[in-house]
């Protein structure tokens, strides 16, 4: 029992400070992914574009060396399961897609302006996380379940054990599933760092190029965290479980379904069968490092809505922020690096839709 209880404060507290340092390197970066993704449409400038590539590459081969060298399993991951709901996660990225960009920021970000001292990203993650407990268990999870998730491809069928894109790539050349593994991390992971450092002007940014790096290694190590040193062996039961994690298989950053079991565990407190879990730590770790760093840097401020069309526009962007993510299992953070990192198939559906639907609502903004 008290090994159990061991290996899941250690995830937790572990997760804490892997997100901890997250928060306080996004801060100090500005790394944003909406913000990104506005820099090239409104502006053509690539550089934060650029970061959030360098970091997505460093999760991609970090991640899959875990994986090669036996480390962690990450066909037991959410992202790896061989039914692809395509419609979900196409429609609930670019609804998250809209969201963010209406709201003026993802889950992510918005913790990290929480830090800063913004009222107006609280009042956003509430809605968020009510709208991502509705999507999970209520209302919303009931029109998730009953129209989206069934519309699928079931890649089983075709004796394809998890949805990687290495796993298709065995099979269509012959080769065997470790070396298309390799092959496939090295190619997306060099591929994108060759586009990245392509540019003379990031190059020479070492705070951008740095700050990247780290975030990348981040992804890696919650990983490493979730998957290695939370495996192990329930005292009570036996089995080989995945300790303190909501999902109860390995898992890395993202923000959605967090803030929704956050909300959930203060709100029922004193229900013995809640506990704080790997996610909820990692919400409140990303907070936290931002609020160090913007003391430290004397950059806290407090700030609230401009106006009451402010606010309507800032609840419906969380709102659809709740369901979205949690429809596409995940957000710019959870599956825009986290999946990815894993390189499925419904990974890359998802940043698809999240792009798309960002862009869309840019360009409608700007009309």
Known sequence: MNESVNLASLVVWGGFALAFVFGAIAAKTNFCTMGAISDVVNMGHWGRVRMWMLAIAVAIIGTNLLYVAGWIDLS????????????????????????????????????????????????????????????????????????????????????????????????????????????????????????????????KNLQQVLGSVALGLLIVAAWYLTGHIGHGENPETLETVYFATNSRTLESLSFVAPAAYSLELMMLWTDQTLRVTFGIATAAGVALGSLTYSLATRQFRWEGFASVEDLRTQLIGAVLMGFGGVTSIGCTIGQGMSGVSTLAIGSFLTLGGIIAGSVGAMKWQQR
Request: proline share 4%.
């Open 76 to 203: 037991k991951s959410l992202y790896q399961r061989p039914v692809v709901p395509w419609l979900s996660l196409l429609l609930g990225g670019c609804l998250f897609g809209i969201g963010m960009t209406i709201a003026g920021g993802c889950a992510n970000k918005n913790l990290i302006r929480l830090g800063a001292g913004s009222l107006r990203s609280l009042v956003v993650l509430v809605f968020l996380a009510i709208s991502a407990y509705m999507t999970l268990k209520g209302l919303f999870g009931q029109w998730r379940a009953g129209f989206l998730d069934p519309i699928a491809v079931d890649l089983s069928r075709w004796n394809f054990p998890t949805q990687g894109l290495p796993v298709l790539l065995s099979r269509a050349t012959g080769l065997s599933e470790k070396t298309a593994l390799l092959i496939t991390s090295l190619a997306f992971g060099l591929g994108l760092m060759a586009f990245v450092f392509k540019d003379g002007r990031f190059r």
